[in-house]
């Protein structure tokens, strides 16, 4: 099943979406006993949904219109929960680009462990919403496509074996980041937390639709292809990054961990290519679909 948050006249609703006849459902129509919540918060729906059976009957739903989406968890329990170089080819390049702090030499670019780092919710907006550029922190934006989780069954101390059982489903977002603010403050967190840098979406697709093991990542600006790789390249897998967060933190139903980026980013070219006011960047994620987003001064 596909989840989205969806704007139903003039409210949000957690709904049931069907992108091949562009069609939607609002969860409180299809299922009984629905927690008031649960309406319209995707995450405090998953809990209900990881346990609820599609009716044989849906009736004919409501048009689905791409602008009426916001982000499908627009509040999930903890910060969003992000995994650094976790993709060789991208670990290699973003050491040789002058702008990571956390290595030395491009000997030790691929990390021994994952380097977990977060960004707080008010980073996200929807799957069609505007990258933001901000006056005096819009010199070295760059554009990140990745896989997320989104946990269903919370818990902690989750091993390897057991954690794909807590996983509800998968959808995109885009890690934008402002490099500058990366390099200059030798930590990830503020270069990565301006709000509006993680469009997500464009809905949740169920653990069950997908093999994680291989889903092919593209990332378009303008066009041309700049990222194009496939989850099986993971330096760590998702049963990996489930067991070692959940050692240390209770994770908790609609908790994302975006995986990591794949090689291809601004920073990897020379010159870098950041973006600029105007450019059209398009994550795609075979199995899910594609968020597309539009860079615009936010001033």
Same mark, same amino acid.
């Given at each position: 099943m596909?989840?989205?948050?969806?704007?139903?006249?003039s409210?949000?609703?957690?709904?049931?979406? $069907?992108?091949?006849t562009?069609?939607?459902?609002?969860?409180?129509?299809?299922?009984?006993?629905?927690?008031? !919540?649960?309406?319209?918060?995707?995450?405090?729906?998953?809990?209900?949904?990881?346990?609820?059976?599609?009716?044989n009957?849906?009736? $004919?739903?409501?048009?689905?219109?791409?602008?009426?989406?916001? *982000?499908?968890? *627009?509040?999930?329990?903890?910060?969003?929960?992000?995994?650094?170089?976790?993709?060789?080819?991208h670990?290699? #390049?973003?050491?040789?680009?002058?702008? $990571?702090?956390?290595t &030395?030499?491009?000997?030790?670019?691929?990390?021994?462990?994952?380097?977990?780092?977060?960004?707080? &919710?008010?980073?996200?907006?929807?799957?069609?919403?505007?990258?933001?550029?901000?006056?005096g922190?819009?010199?070295?934006?760059?554009? !990140?496509? !990745?896989?997320?989780?989104?946990?269903?069954?919370?818990?902690? =101390?989750?091993?390897?074996?057991?954690?794909?059982?807590?996983?509800?489903?998968?959808?995109?977002?885009?890690?934008?980041? *402002?490099?500058?603010?990366?390099?200059?403050?030798?930590?990830?967190?503020?270069?990565? &937390?301006?709000?509006?840098?993680?469009?997500?979406?464009?809905?949740?697709? +169920?653990?069950?639709?997908?093999?994680?093991?291989?889903?092919?990542?593209?990332?378009r600006?303008?066009?041309?292809?700049?990222?194009?790789?496939? +989850?099986?390249?993971?330096?760590?897998?998702?049963?990996?990054?489930?067991?070692?967060?959940?050692?240390?933190?209770?994770?908790?139903?609609? $908790?994302?961990?975006?995986?990591?980026?794949?090689?291809?980013? =601004?920073?990897?070219?020379?010159?870098?290519?950041?973006?600029?006011d105007?450019?059209?960047?398009?994550? #795609?994620?075979?199995?899910?679909?594609?968020?597309?987003?539009?860079?615009?001064?936010?001033?």
């Open positions: 596909k989840f989205a948050t969806v704007k139903n006249q409210d949000y609703v957690t709904a049931v979406v $069907d992108p091949t562009e069609r939607y459902w609002p969860i409180d129509t299809l299922f009984a006993a629905l927690p008031l !919540e649960a309406k319209s918060d995707l995450a405090a729906a998953i809990p209900f949904l990881s346990q609820a059976t599609l009716p009957k849906l009736g $004919d739903g409501a048009t689905l219109d791409l602008a009426n989406l916001r *982000a499908p968890i *627009a509040h999930p329990p903890h910060n969003i929960m992000c995994v650094g170089k976790n993709y060789r080819a670990a290699n #390049e973003f050491a040789n680009s002058g702008f $990571d702090s956390s &030395s030499t491009s000997a030790d670019a691929v990390p021994d462990f994952p380097i977990i780092f977060t960004k707080p &919710s008010t980073t996200i907006s929807g799957p069609v919403s505007n990258i933001p550029l901000v006056t922190l819009d010199q070295a934006v760059d554009y !990140e496509c !990745e896989l997320a989780v989104v946990i269903g069954k919370g818990g902690r =101390g989750i091993s390897r074996d057991q954690a794909m059982e807590h996983v509800f489903g998968y959808t995109i977002v885009n890690d934008v980041t *402002a490099r500058d603010l990366q390099q200059r403050h030798k930590q990830w967190f503020l270069g990565k &937390s301006l709000d509006g840098f993680c469009p997500m979406g464009p809905w949740i697709v +169920t653990a069950d639709e997908i093999d994680y093991r291989d889903m092919r990542i593209i990332c600006v303008n066009g041309e292809v700049r990222q194009d790789a496939s +989850t099986r390249d993971l330096i760590f897998d998702i049963p990996f990054l489930i067991e070692t967060i959940s050692a240390v933190i209770t994770l908790s139903p609609g $908790d994302v961990i975006a995986t990591g980026t794949p090689e291809g980013v =601004g920073i990897g070219f020379n010159p870098p290519r950041f973006l600029k105007g450019d059209v960047v398009e994550c #795609e994620i075979t199995g899910i679909g594609t968020i597309r987003n539009v860079v615009a001064r936010a001033d």
